[in-house]
């Protein structure tokens, strides 16, 4: 301890630059993390954060919530299938919207946006099956009418208490709740009842026979788990059972913007580990000296190995800090993007860089342990 | 009077006993026979001046003495523990805890300063605190450098290093203290002074000391002058200390 600590007091620029070298890692790895979830949760968090387990997609729509249509009779057959608790109807769709009410007043009352509205059944044996998981404030939609808004979008007039009008000459929609992350496609997104939803497509499209559900909402029945009522209703013809996370993670867009931003991230990981071998390789050549003499004097091996397995764990944390310190003081700044700091996330990364840390510290520990005290007898320059 | 029979006479066991040493470096046509049956017996306050040419096998006597080598046959006792077949890291205790060396390169760690370097032989043995400090505090006194405490290595002239090595090779109280060329690097006032604070030093201790040295000037300040010649120790006599 005394030997790790006084060594770095007394390099005190180099240890600090290596701080600052590995800070600035941990936030762009921070920051590449949160803009993989940020992206995915703006595209796809209304799929993440519904309460149905399984979701059902139409297996021409290749698990894209957008085109995929559940018939009457695939809706039937899929009620049959064993294991199956509960199972709803849950649409998706975009809409034109204007805001007839907005206590922000950012949007103008005549301007368009676009909006998605989701709709699960309200009522009924299936009801709550697709709603928002966790409502930040408000209450879920008790009727037709009503609904649960995206929170990021609550200054843009989807606040508790404005009203959103679907055009053209739609309903009147009361935001009554608030819900983080359930966006879709980076839109505004409502959560309304089913009714409410099968009203909004008939303003657009009054000749339609009946409106089809997107996808269907499924509960497996008490004692069945999630694998086996996908692997049972995989059974029922012309469909794609999904888990929610597989749901998720198979969507479209989503594996390719993940993969992309977990390709930086491991390159980031990857220029820490050498950053950090190679800074404490060099200094442990570069001090071999004062190692052989401490060899010789009595110091066991182990002493100096966990000296400088030490040294980077306290080198680390400290990067570990200064990067989060970054990324905290930036992210206010992120919000729009979706980028946000979160402790539990910066907890993870940290014990992620203490291991590469470690693991890039190797190199120095074996050629610490490797160091023979007699060289300690040999006249500087030439050691054996 | 042989020194076996001295240290019989004094009471003590010896502080370093070789039987029959020998050293072979490499195998074959290539083996270098660096240290050939060599036997020798060191008093507990004795101090043995270690004379010979280059490439006579001094350094590798002192390095099998203080438990830095192993010998390739023989019996080494050193403050009374037979340390023959001792594993690395039962030899790293004896280099911890019995004996002290003074190396002819580096002896202090660049980034400590003189009092650390002290602590750090504490600190290996895993004693700190009040006690130790005082100790390093009184050593570095007597070695007339208690200004210069706080200095690293890099602040300090040769001189001062040379004294802080002798401090730090006596902080752990050892049986034998091991210096290997002392003086080598110092003009011949500040070896003689160096050499004098050794005498008193491992003197007041009433601690044993082998001093390697080129130069005949040193060896009056010992008790006796041991000579070695191509691996074999030559003779054994008595100086008339300083
Ligand atoms: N590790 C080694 N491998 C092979 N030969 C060695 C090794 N160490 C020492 N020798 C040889 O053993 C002999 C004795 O070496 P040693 O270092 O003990 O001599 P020395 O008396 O200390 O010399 P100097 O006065 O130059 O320091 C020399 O011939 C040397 O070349
Ligand atoms: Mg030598």
Redesign the pocket.
């Known amino acids: 301890m005394f030997l790790a600590l006084r060594e770095i007091q007394r390099a005190k620029v180099r240890f600090i630059l290596l701080v600052l070298a590995i800070g600035l890692l941990v936030f762009l790895v921070l920051f590449q993390i949160g803009l993989r979830d940020g992206l995915i949760g703006q595209f796809i968090g209304a799929l993440r954060h519904q309460s149905a387990p399984v979701v059902v997609f139409d297996v021409q729509a290749r698990k894209n919530i957008e085109g995929s249509r559940i018939d009457a009779g695939t809706q039937a057959a899929l009620a049959q299938v064993s294991g199956v608790g509960r199972i709803g109807r849950l649409g998706e769709s975009t809409f034109t919207v204007s805001n007839a009410v907005s206590r922000a007043r950012a949007t103008p009352k005549d301007q368009l946006v676009d909006a998605v509205l989701f709709g699960y059944e309200v009522t009924g044996p299936a009801a709550g099956l697709g709603a928002p998981t966790t409502l930040s404030k408000g209450h879920m939609p008790a009727g037709i009418n009503e609904a649960v808004a995206s929170e990021r979008n609550r200054a843009d007039g989807f606040d508790i208490g404005d009203v959103i009008h679907i055009e053209p000459g739609g309903a009147d929609i009361t935001v009554v709740g608030l819900a983080a992350d359930i966006n879709y496609s980076v839109s505004p997104t409502l959560f309304v009842s089913w009714d409410t939803f099968e009203a909004a497509k008939r303003v657009r499209n009054p000749d339609a026979t009946a409106v089809l559900p997107s996808v269907m909402a499924v509960e497996p029945a008490a004692g069945v788990s999630v694998g086996v009522l996908v692997a049972n209703l995989a059974a029922v013809p012309g469909v794609v059972p999904l888990s929610r996370a597989d749901a998720v993670a198979q969507s479209p867009g989503v594996a390719s913007v993940s993969q992309s931003l977990n390709t930086v991230i491991g390159l980031l990981v990857i220029t820490a580990l050498m950053v950090i071998g190679l800074f404490i390789l060099i200094l442990t050549v570069q001090k071999s000296a004062s190692l052989t003499l401490m060899r010789a004097i009595g110091a066991h091996r182990r002493t100096l190995a966990l000296t400088l397995v030490l040294q980077t764990t306290v080198v680390v944390l400290a990067g570990v800090i200064v990067g989060g310190a970054m990324m905290a003081a930036i992210s206010p700044l992120l919000n729009s993007i979706g980028v946000s700091f979160d402790l539990v996330q910066l907890l993870v990364v940290g014990a992620g860089a203490i291991v590469v840390g470690w693991v890039g510290s190797l190199g120095a520990v074996l050629r610490v342990l490797r160091i023979e005290p ?1 060289n300690a ?1 040999v ?1 500087q320059g030439m050691l ?1 | 009077m042989t020194s076996t029979a001295m240290n019989a006479a004094a009471g003590t066991a010896p502080a370093l006993e070789m039987h029959e040493v020998t ?1 072979v ?2 195998e074959g046509e290539n083996a ?1 026979t ?2 050939a049956s060599a036997t020798i017996s060191i008093g507990s306050n004795e101090m043995v001046a270690l004379v ?12 099998i003495a203080g438990g830095l080598l192993a010998p390739t046959s023989g019996q080494v006792i050193v403050g009374g523990r037979d340390i023959s077949h001792a594993s690395p890291t039962e030899l790293t205790e004896v280099r911890r805890n019995t004996v002290g060396f003074v190396f ?1 390169s580096v002896n202090l760690v660049p980034f400590l300063t003189a009092r650390e370097n002290l602590l750090l032989v504490d600190e290996l043995r895993g004693s700190r605190g009040k006690q130790s400090k005082a100790r390093a505090d009184r050593l570095l006194d007597e070695l007339g450098l208690s200004k210069r405490l706080h200095n690293l290595p890099s602040q300090l002239s040769g001189g001062e290093r040379q004294r802080v090595a002798i401090g730090r090779a006596l902080m752990n109280e050892p049986a034998l203290v091991l210096f ?2 002392p003086t080598s690097a110092l003009d011949t006032q500040l070896g003689e002074q160096v050499m004098e604070l050794i005498q008193s030093e491992v003197k007041g201790r009433g601690t044993a000391a082998i001093i ?1 040295t ?1 130069d005949s000037r040193m060896t009056h300040w010992c008790d006796r002058t041991v000579r ?1 010649l191509d ?1 074999r120790l030559q003779s054994d006599e008595l100086a008339t200390a300083g």
């Open positions: 007699i007898t006249p054996r | 050293k470096y490499g270098i660096a240290l010979g040419p280059s490439g006579s096998g001094k350094t590798t006597l002192l390095s002819q290997d060329e390697i080129h070695i691996g």
